[in-house]
């Protein structure tokens, strides 16, 4: 058998798979139907009315005992080969949900499992496997990567004589997947087109032989996330080949190289190969929560994300949409939140030239932001200059309020520059210089989330205090915070300062002595009548 350069996830040395024949592959998913159900029973399909006029039919497969589809196929393999599993044990490497899947079907088979995860899963995911697992599975954690975690995977298979289950490049596998597009076409509800994810393939191979063989009408439209798509770089090279790197946000399909046997299945069915990006899989995410209440892992929204994009070409049609998961840390939600951002419109971030002095940023407000109709998402303000301040600040709103906005600025005659996707931006850096503050006060701010309300306290206190320091980013909340530095001309003003938000808000919360020297506004020393006052009221 001639020999490839990949493994099993790409990367590593493993014989070239034969190419699958479509016929064949639906012969063995009607054979995995009679397997698969011994585990689990189907999982629901449900119709949801869209925006523009589509029905989204939504495959369940969060609702499964692992919480993702991957059960499937990994039940399908071992039940297929259980002489082999039981004599030799088998081994499998996983981030996460394969791991679940081989779990889950060697403990219901009586098979031992050897199950490789880099020491970088999710805490939630091998927590799940070794529960799923219980005194079957053997978890080997091994290496940064999935990348090195496969390789030890199959050292260790070689090593042993014992069984490798394949995550997705293997007849039985995409069999056991394909029995979800058998369920979604025998509902009561058939879809006319369908969106599936593809990570290396498996899942769209079955699938798209099952819908295809029962209607050739059926569009089946591939969906891979913009910075891990090696099915594209398979289709666009003619094979399968590494990719050199892969984005892990869609953590599900992160796959360095396609699989050889899916491409070939993919290459003959798919109507369209297309990608999203990760704002469009977040906002997905979002509208999954919205819509039917699910909360998906980000790669169980992919599919979403593509045909939100083509509404306006779905209008009238039944269209099928897999939620293959929803294995997902918790504390991802909040930075998910942030990145799906206003789903009717756009986030861009611009660097604004303004006087360093009181009443500047109010004026700011009310000149530009107010008249562009755009929200304030993020502000970064760092006192750094004795004569003009540098803020950067995030707007979104609807696309065609940015080039408005850039009139204002220009009429208004403000430097400024688009800063957006500037590397620094996700960890919000405001450049300061202590120095310059004059007796700072400075505090965590607790204001409602709406639009004006910054504005409304801005034009407030514009007569008392300059901003010296000021960190925002609307975080989906009711209420948003910002951590604040303010500076005064005189102690009057910053004693009416206090009393006017002692009186009217916002609520306001002290900074710790440590916060404060690590700011710089404690213990170091100033120019003459600096006056280190600490926050208190």
């Not at 995977?153 to 289950?165: D, I, M, P």
């Not at 509800?189 to 599936?196: D, F, G, K, L, T």
């Not at 029962?214 to 666009?236: H, L, N």
């Not at 306001?508 to 120019?527: K, N, S």
Request: aromatic letters at 8%.
């Amino acid at each position: 058998m001639p020999k490839d350069t990949h493994g099993p996830d790409g990367g590593h040395p493993l014989p070239r798979p034969p190419h699958v024949r479509v016929p064949e592959l639906f012969r063995q998913v009607m054979k995995a139907r009679t397997r698969v159900y011994r585990l689990h029973p189907p999982t629901p399909m449900e119709s949801y009315p869209m925006p523009g006029g589509w029905k989204m039919l939504l495959k369940r497969e969060d609702l499964s005992a692992i919480h993702s589809y991957k059960w499937r196929g990994a039940f399908n393999f071992l039940s297929a080969r259980l002489a082999d599993a039981k004599k030799r044990e088998v081994v499998a490497a996983s981030a996460g949900n394969h791991a679940q899947g081989v779990a889950q079907s060697a403990a219901r088979l009586g098979v031992r499992a050897h199950l490789f995860m880099p020491k970088s899963a999710a805490r939630l995911k091998v927590e799940s496997v070794s529960r799923l697992g219980g005194d079957m599975v053997e978890i080997h954690q091994e290496g940064d990567t999935f990348d090195h975690a496969a390789m030890a995977a199959w050292e260790f298979s070689l090593r042993t004589g014992r069984l490798f289950v394949p995550p997705y490049d293997d007849l039985l596998v995409m069999a056991g997947q394909g029995v979800i597009g058998d369920e979604m076409m025998t509902s009561l509800e058939r879809p006319q087109a369908v969106y599936v994810q593809i990570g290396g393939g498996g899942l769209a191979a079955g699938v798209a032989a099952v819908l295809k063989t029962y209607d050739r009408g059926i569009r089946v439209i591939g969906v891979e996330e913009e910075g891990q798509a090696s099915m594209k770089r398979a289709f666009g090279r003619g094979g399968p080949a590494d990719l050199e790197n892969v984005d892990i946000f869609c953590d599900g399909t992160a796959v360095r190289r396609a699989g050889d046997l899916t491409y070939g299945v993919l290459r003959e069915l798919l109507d369209d190969l297309v990608t999203v990006t990760t704002e469009e899989v977040a906002q997905a995410m979002e509208e999954l929560w919205r819509v039917a209440r699910a909360l998906s892992e980000p790669s169980g929204a992919m599919g979403l994300a593509a045909a939100r994009r083509d509404s306006s070409r779905l209008s009238g049609q039944n269209v099928g949409i897999i939620l293959s998961g929803a294995n997902m840390d918790f504390r991802r939600l909040g930075p998910i939140a942030r990145k799906a951002g206003d789903p009717t419109g756009k986030e861009a971030f611009y660097q604004v030239e303004i006087p360093e002095r009181k009443g500047a940023m109010l004026a700011f407000m009310d000149t530009i932001v107010s008249p562009s109709g755009l929200n304030i998402s993020h502000l970064m303000v760092g006192q750094y200059d004795s004569d003009l301040a540098y803020p950067v600040i995030g707007f979104n709103g609807p696309p065609e309020g940015f080039p408005y906005l850039e009139e204002l600025l220009a009429f208004a005659g403000y430097k400024y520059r688009d800063v957006t996707g500037r590397p620094d931006l996700p960890f919000r850096v405001a450049p300061f210089q202590p120095r310059l503050f004059s007796l700072p006060y400075a505090a965590i701010l607790h204001f409602p989330e709406r639009p004006g309300a910054l504005a409304e306290f801005l034009k407030r206190i514009a007569k008392l205090a300059n901003i010296s320091y000021f960190n925002y980013v609307h975080s989906g909340e009711e209420v948003g915070r910002a951590l604040a530095v303010f500076s005064f001309e005189t102690k009057a003003l910053r004693n009416r300062f206090l009393n006017e938000l002692r009186l009217h808000g916002p609520r306001l919360t002290d900074l710790p002595e440590d916060t404060l020297h690590a700011l710089g506004l404690v213990g170091t020393p100033g120019p003459p009548g600096f006056d280190l006052l600490p926050g208190g009221r």
